[in-house]
């Protein structure tokens, strides 16, 4: 029985990823490296594209790295623009020899420089006395999984591992968990606060102040929530839910060491 294409091209990206996990810092195995491309070629291509796709902006379709394709980027999506800007490929775009995820790469860089411009000081972070290791959690305070994960924050700082949390309350704004979520930022303790409030305690500011948690929210979507928590681990890969201390840091460590 043949194999069918889609599935090939999933096994392709499973195994991209996989092998990427373990491999060198991205910029030590660089893919074919990037391809010369005229102003007059790009702006020919992105009149072409925001022509029949007025909401892309003009700066999200930038060149490739294959010869005749360009990238396109659309609220976190990737596709591929052919040289004429007449078709798009719509996925991942896959260097079979070395088996990694191009597409995934860009989108690791796009979520480290996400969360260096969205700073530390917008997120409430549990962290050892001696940090090996950052890893940023997109955190509901009332799925079941962050409260466990939560339960479990001296373990991940005893293997060396900071939890920075960013919050996404997958109910949406004005919804109870967002609430929570903004009540625990006002709060005078906000560590504190946010413990309590996963343990199912009330935490109530009624004055409310300015906080992050809208930013917060949307940001997690641009980035590839898929469903909380979300670890980002600090090379910009992401871990779609719970994973308890020892397996995270061996991880981060295998990462390391390449």
Same mark, same amino acid.
């Given at each position: 029985?043949?194999?069918?294409?889609?599935?090939?091209?999933?096994?392709?990206?499973?195994?991209?990823?996989?092998?990427?996990?373990?491999?060198?810092?991205?910029?030590?195995?660089?893919?074919? +490296?990037?391809?010369?491309?005229? %102003?007059?070629?790009?702006?020919?291509?992105?009149?072409?594209?925001?022509?029949?796709?007025?909401?892309?902006?003009?700066?999200?379709?930038?060149?490739?790295?294959?010869?005749?394709?360009?990238?396109?980027?659309?609220?976190?999506?990737?596709?591929?623009?052919?040289?004429?800007?007449?078709?798009?490929?719509? +996925?991942?775009?896959?260097?079979?020899?070395?088996?990694?995820?191009?597409?995934?790469?860009?989108?690791?860089?796009?979520?480290?420089?996400?969360?260096?411009?969205?700073?530390?000081?917008?997120?409430?972070?549990?962290?050892?006395?001696?940090?090996?290791?950052?890893?940023?959690?997109?955190?509901?305070?009332?799925?079941?999984? *962050?409260?466990?994960?939560?339960?479990?924050?001296?373990?991940?700082?005893?293997?060396?591992?900071?939890?920075?949390?960013?919050?996404?309350?997958?109910?949406?704004?004005?919804?109870?968990?967002?609430?929570?979520?903004?009540?625990?930022? *006002?709060?005078?303790?906000?560590?504190?606060?946010?413990?309590?409030?996963?343990?199912? +305690?009330?935490?109530?500011?009624?004055?409310? *102040?300015?906080?992050?948690?809208?930013?917060?929210?949307?940001?997690?979507?641009?980035?590839?929530?898929?469903?909380?928590?979300?670890?980002?681990?600090? %090379?910009?890969?992401?871990?779609?839910?719970?994973?308890?201390?020892?397996?995270?840091?061996?991880?981060?460590?295998?990462?390391?060491?390449?």
């Amino acid at each position: 029985m043949k194999t069918s294409l889609f599935a090939l091209i999933a096994a392709l990206v499973l195994a991209g990823l996989l092998i990427t996990a373990c491999a060198p810092e991205r910029g030590s195995t660089a893919p074919a +490296g990037n391809v010369a491309v005229s %102003d007059a070629g790009l702006e020919a291509v992105r009149d072409a594209v925001t022509g029949a796709l007025p909401d892309v902006k003009r700066d999200n379709v930038q060149p490739s790295a294959i010869p005749g394709l360009y990238e396109l980027s659309q609220d976190g999506q990737y596709g591929y623009i052919t040289g004429d800007g007449r078709h798009l490929i719509d +996925g991942d775009l896959i260097d079979l020899v070395t088996r990694v995820n191009l597409t995934e790469n860009k989108r690791k860089d796009v979520r480290v420089t996400e969360l260096a411009a969205l700073g530390e000081e917008n997120m409430i972070v549990f962290a050892p006395e001696k940090t090996e290791y950052a890893v940023t959690v997109f955190t509901d305070i009332d799925c079941g999984y *962050c409260r466990k994960l939560h339960r479990e924050i001296e373990d991940y700082n005893a293997r060396g591992i900071a939890i920075r949390y960013a919050f996404y309350p997958r109910a949406g704004p004005n919804s109870p968990s967002f609430r929570k979520a903004e009540s625990v930022w *006002c709060a005078d303790d906000r560590k504190q606060a946010l413990t309590l409030a996963k343990q199912g +305690g009330d935490i109530q500011n009624e004055a409310g *102040c300015e906080n992050p948690v809208a930013r917060e929210y949307m940001l997690g979507a641009q980035l590839g929530l898929r469903g909380t928590p979300m670890m980002i681990l600090p %090379d910009g890969e992401v871990v779609n839910g719970y994973m308890p201390a020892d397996a995270l840091a061996e991880r981060l460590q295998m990462k390391e060491q390449g």
